[in-house]
């Protein structure tokens, strides 16, 4: 069955910081990946995808995100963080696209300026 | 272009009682989601339409949930009769065939 894990519930950076948040799936086949952004309140934006080719994508915001077969994981980065990049992360799995997507339990991300 | 659009925002209703949400997708899209999004998770999926045709629905609890999206375009989500444990977010989110979703702000149920 297709999981996907989110190990940090929270983390804190400092305005100007680099980011990483991780995200491990678990998937029989070629997965289909996506990182969404959550602010209060609000629903949820996609930042970038991975379907298949490079395993590097880059995404909007300024984020970017890497693709690892053999670590099953697929964490998203950022060289310097925004004090309006405090959201919630959400990474997520689909079989076949879009269809149906299994989303982690999300990272809470705070940015101390 | 106008988003994903869901009303309303906010509802607390007394347990036992009935509960609709309302969804409105963005024009053009023939594919239309309902997720529950309980606090502190991911968002799970409910239902799935494509126009009008559910093909999706195998996460949705079929004894107290229901749906219809009547002529492809609007959606209504109904719960009867609601439980403490629905209290949640519900999100609506609308996609063109093969194509990225779209969320709604989505409608917060408080069930007290």
């Known amino acids: 069955a297709q999981s996907v894990t989110q190990p940090d519930i929270h983390i804190t950076v400092s305005e100007g910081a680099s980011l990483e948040l991780r995200c491990n799936y678990s998937?029989?086949?070629?997965?289909?990946l996506f990182w969404y952004v959550q602010s209060p309140g609000q629903g949820l934006q996609l930042l970038l995808k991975?379907?298949?080719?490079?395993?590097l994508v880059q995404g909007i915001k300024g984020f970017e995100a890497e693709f690892k077969r053999s670590q099953s994981s697929f964490n998203l980065r950022k060289p310097s963080v925004h004090w309006s990049d405090a959201a919630e992360y959400f990474c997520?799995?689909?079989?076949?696209?879009?269809?149906?997507?299994?989303f982690g339990a999300g990272t809470r991300l705070a940015v101390h300026p | 272009e106008a988003g994903v659009v869901q009303s309303p925002r906010y509802k607390i209703i007394e347990k036992k009682q009935p509960v609709a949400f309302w969804c409105n997708p963005i024009?053009?899209?023939?594919?239309l989601y309902w997720y529950l999004q309980n606090l502190g998770q991911g968002p799970e999926l409910l239902i799935r339409?494509?126009?009008?045709?559910?093909?999706?629905d195998s996460q949705l609890p079929k004894d107290r949930f229901s749906a219809e999206r009547l002529k492809g375009v609007d959606s209504t989500l109904k719960i009867q009769p609601a439980e403490l444990g629905d209290s949640a977010v519900y999100l609506c989110?609308?996609?063109?065939?093969?194509?990225?979703?779209?969320f709604g702000n989505g409608t917060r149920l408080t069930v007290t």
């Open positions: 989110a609308s996609s063109e065939p093969g194509g990225p979703l779209h």
């Open positions: 998937y029989g086949a070629t997965p289909y």
């Open positions: 991975y379907f298949s080719g490079d395993t």
């Open positions: 997520a799995v689909g079989a076949g696209g879009y269809n149906k997507l299994i």
């Open positions: 024009s053009g899209h023939n594919t």
């Open positions: 339409y494509e126009n009008e045709e559910a093909v999706d």
